[in-house]
């Protein structure tokens, strides 16, 4: 294959555009940030798993990589989240510091380290490695100290770069920093002035009034617009993207170029610079994700339906600046479907053309939580899980105990009981009323007279011997025709004495899977 034929996947070429750009480093820095104002969606989780991708590509070419997650919870909480509890006592909270609220939920610290941590748990299972920084201590601790001072001494070119896009121009008095009270820790200040060197004085509503040195306290902080150019310089960011709307004209993207070549005199990351912006998700029927609507979907929760590895495949598989859905419907079927297919293409167990083959194996591997085994691993079927899991009804240890004799390793085992789990989940949350039976214990339903014949010697000539799958159903055939029964009505009327419905999965199969003794004993019963 040609050189010029080579596939590159979309974390290739920004990988390769890093290494160009910033030149041939001991480390690459990447950085992903977010404020912890609520439930983290699958909006912010796109940024996070897309810096991800990336770091992996980096590794790929046998670099070194740190990727920084900042907290953003030195941000202040503007209003209050729908969904939450003590709506109360978070409104008596607004306007601190996110670091600063109490965890309506009782179970962590503070507000902001109850949505951190169920954040980075969840991005844990998805292999994501990070080093998470909290803003609030590196601000506490005044690290940005220095960086505050030189924003301070060019206010009026970060004014004029701002500016640039306002309707209103900046106030006279305004500056790049902001001031949480040291008494009420709101931000309800007021009369905010630079004296000279690290020396700023404020007014708070609370009547608290001061002059501190912002190198022992920590309670002055960067405007947003600053800030978030600070931080690429500060950390000597390589690759940082962003939503597009941050790449709007004017937006903070466009501030934040100028700013830290302007002020910090350093070049900003790949990615902002070069526009590699992710655009939305959406949830497929539901339309774009929207916080205000409460039209979202966690993490957590498309883990409860989808393994892993397939989260982390579905990202890596669409580039980031294209829109696309997430399904929980039965898509997410066809999608396990997908994912082992391309997983017996990288084990070579099935073939596809060259440039398929690449592409799928690249897939893989952006897929991989850990290790890849070094064998093909088992896939149990999600579809026949499904069947199952309602056959047993939902004991997923005897689950998987029918499948103990095909797991080779504790890779098979954990993805059994994965996929077992993210299958009985669909099933009850999101399967569609037709996958959806219980198999009775007893007819619930009238057998018409010619009905019962069929069935009875059904169940006889399920006593008779072992059947497999394709003669079963062939056998069923044969009797239609014996008793001139319409096939249909047949099918029909079995299920509607297995599980009480006219419909559900393949008959011979699913005979065979609920034990065919127990079949012929509810068809003898008619
Ligand atoms: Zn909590
Ligand atoms: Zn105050």
Redesign the pocket.
């Known amino acids: 294959m040609g050189k010029d034929q080579q596939y590159y996947h979309w974390t290739d070429v920004i990988a390769d555009k890093i290494i160009r750009v910033k030149g041939d480093k001991d480390k690459y820095i990447i950085q992903s940030g977010i404020t912890p104002s609520g439930t983290i969606h699958l909006g912010g989780f796109r940024e996070v798993i897309t810096a991800d991708l990336i770091r992996r590509a980096l590794e790929k070419r046998g670099k070194n990589v740190e990727f920084l997650y900042i907290w953003d919870d030195y941000d202040v909480l503007r209003k209050v989240p729908v969904n939450l509890p003590k709506q109360d006592m978070i409104q008596e909270h607004l306007r601190k510091p996110v670091f600063r609220v109490p ?1 309506p ?4 610290e503070t507000y902001a380290l ?1 949505f951190e941590k169920e954040f980075e748990e969840d991005n844990k299972a998805v292999g994501m490695k990070a080093t998470f920084v909290y803003s609030h201590e590196r601000y506490l601790k005044c690290e940005f100290a220095e960086e505050i001072k030189t924003a301070l001494e060019h206010t009026a070119e970060i004014k004029t770069i701002l500016n640039e896009y306002r309707r209103k121009p900046l106030n006279d008095d305004w500056l790049p920093i902001f001031v949480f009270c040291a008494k009420c820790h709101f931000d309800k200040v007021s009369k905010i002035e630079w004296k000279k060197g690290y020396d700023v004085s404020y007014e708070c509503e609370c009547g608290h009034k001061d002059t501190i040195d912002f190198r022992k306290d920590g309670i002055v902080t960067l405007r947003w617009r600053v800030d978030w150019p600070m931080r690429w310089h500060h950390n000597k960011v390589d690759f940082e993207t962003a939503g597009k709307d941050h790449f709007a004209a004017g937006g903070s993207v466009d501030t934040g170029l100028k700013i830290q070549r302007q002020v910090y005199k350093t070049e900003p990351p790949v990615g902002v610079d070069t526009k590699d912006f992710y655009e939305w998700i959406g949830i497929k029927g539901r339309g774009q994700f929207a916080s205000s609507t409460g039209n979202v979907v966690t993490l957590r929760e498309m883990l409860e339906v989808y393994e892993p590895e397939i989260v982390r495949y579905l990202f890596a598989g669409t580039r980031p600046n294209r829109e696309f859905s997430i399904s929980f419907d039965v898509d997410v079927l066809a999608l396990y479907e997908e994912f082992d297919r391309v997983e017996r293409v990288y084990f070579g167990l099935e073939t596809v053309n060259e440039k398929k083959t690449q592409q799928m194996k690249v897939a893989y591997e952006l897929a991989a939580i850990s290790k890849i085994p070094d064998h093909m691993p088992y896939q149990p079927s999600y579809r026949h899980l499904t069947m199952l899991l309602q056959i047993y009804d939902f004991d997923i240890d005897k689950v998987i105990g029918y499948f103990e004799s095909q797991l080779k390793s504790d890779f098979d085992k954990n993805r059994l009981r994965t996929r077992a789990a993210c299958a009985a989940n669909w099933i009850k949350k999101y399967a569609p009323e037709d996958f959806k039976f219980t198999v009775q214990e007893t007819c619930q339903v009238t057998v018409p007279e010619e009905g019962k014949k069929i069935l009875h010697e059904l169940a006889a000539k399920l006593e008779e011997r072992e059947w497999t799958d394709k003669e079963l159903h062939e056998e069923m055939y044969v009797l239609c025709t014996n008793h001139e029964y319409p096939s249909k009505d047949f099918f029909k009327l079995a299920y509607n004495v297995l599980v009480n419905k006219d419909k559900g999965p393949r008959l011979a199969s699913f005979i065979l899977e609920i034990g065919k003794g127990n079949v012929a004993a509810l068809f003898t019963s008619v």
């Open positions: 965890d939920y009782g179970c962590h109850h």
